[in-house]
């Protein structure tokens, strides 16, 4: 069995970021509307204020208005909900993110409830979950959006492919399962309940494994010549034992990339793989709800 080809989700990313850039401009120019993007960050969890830079310094790059809220952990509901309401009534606003999680006692349903759902470009409002799942136009979470790219990318009809989806987040898994029935494929959602996983898996042809642990689907658990894509994100020890030690960690994904490789026809890699379609996506998501503020219909971004 030949090596799987690795599928290139930073290439990808730069392309659509590109096409996102040629968006931004055209909408400057023809219809003197800049995309404006609104993250807000509550409190200091040191990786939701990475995330929430490289958003706010990607947004710059493609030429959008972009405005970042930090706000103190011990912010009370009401005044973020005060905040989101600015945000809603900003015209210069067409994109707005929270970014999760929040601090303790703050209630995040309530929040993304509260966000206008014309701009609520992390997908997550009920009112965009509802849309997605009766086949309607809609914002749609970033990661699964950035994940049916990649797989169009190779091959445009999906049509009647065995997908399994493992994990059933609202922000990835679900959304993630919809897109693949919108495609035409027979999709299962398994979870920390399904049982013999291992056995749903391998009776995939697209596998999408979204769980946050680290490495966990192996390679017997893929059927030969299946498409991978592994979201997972996580921070394990560094495999040099004096750097570890010292603190030092790798990222690796919820997919044992190694053995998967051996038996997927195309996998995503962890780091390049999903991880930059998030924030391509985010840009893609906020510069389409500008447009459809405006009823402008904007030509494809890639
Ligand atoms: P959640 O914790 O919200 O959901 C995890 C899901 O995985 C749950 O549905 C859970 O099942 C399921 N699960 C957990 N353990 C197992 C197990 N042993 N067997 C089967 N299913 C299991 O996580 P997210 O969906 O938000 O994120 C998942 C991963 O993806 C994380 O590593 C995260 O960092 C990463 N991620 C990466 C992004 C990117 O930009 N690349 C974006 C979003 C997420 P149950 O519902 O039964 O509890």
Redesign the pocket.
């Known amino acids: 069995m030949t090596e799987a080809a690795v599928i290139d989700g930073k290439a990808f990313a730069e392309r659509l970021r590109a096409g996102v850039t040629r968006a931004v401009a055209a909408l400057k120019a023809d219809y003197g509307v800049t995309p404006g993007l609104a993250v807000v960050l509550v409190g200091d969890d040191p990786a939701s204020a990475v995330y929430v830079r490289n958003k706010g310094e990607q947004a710059e790059a493609v030429g959008m208005h972009s405005v970042t809220h930090r706000m103190p952990a011990h912010t009370s509901q009401a005044e973020l909900l005060e905040l989101v309401a600015r945000l809603n009534a900003d015209a210069s606003i067409h994109g707005i993110l929270v970014q999760m999680p929040l601090p303790k006692g703050l209630d995040a349903e309530g929040v993304i409830a509260a966000i206008d759902p014309a701009k609520d470009v992390d997908g997550l409002h009920p009112l965009n979950a509802g849309r997605l799942s009766a086949g309607l136009p809609g914002l749609v979470p970033?990661?699964p959006v950035?994940c049916m790219m990649l797989l169009h990318d190779h091959r445009k009809d999906l049509s009647g492919l065995q997908a399994v989806m493992?994990?059933?987040?609202?922000?990835?898994?679900k959304p993630m399962a919809q897109l693949l029935l919108a495609a035409n494929c027979t999709v299962t959602i398994?979870?920390?309940?399904?049982r013999d996983?291992a056995a749903v898996c391998r009776t995939a042809d697209i596998l999408v494994v979204?769980?946050?642990?680290p490495e966990?689907v192996k390679g017997d658990w893929i059927k030969p010549g299946a498409v991978v894509l592994d979201?997972?994100?996580?921070r394990v020890p560094s495999r040099d034992p004096d750097k570890a030690a010292a603190g030092k960690t790798r990222l690796v994904?919820?997919v044992d990339y190694p053995a998967a490789a051996a038996v997927a026809s195309r996998i995503t890699p962890v780091p390049g793989g999903?991880?930059p379609?998030?924030i391509a996506c985010l840009l893609r998501n906020t510069v389409e709800a500008c447009a459809a503020a405006r009823s402008i219909t904007l030509p494809g971004l890639l």
């Open positions: 970033c990661t950035g493992v994990g059933r987040s609202n922000l990835m898994g398994a979870h920390s309940r399904t996983l979204a769980v946050g642990q966990m979201v997972g994100m996580n994904g919820d999903v991880g379609m998030t």
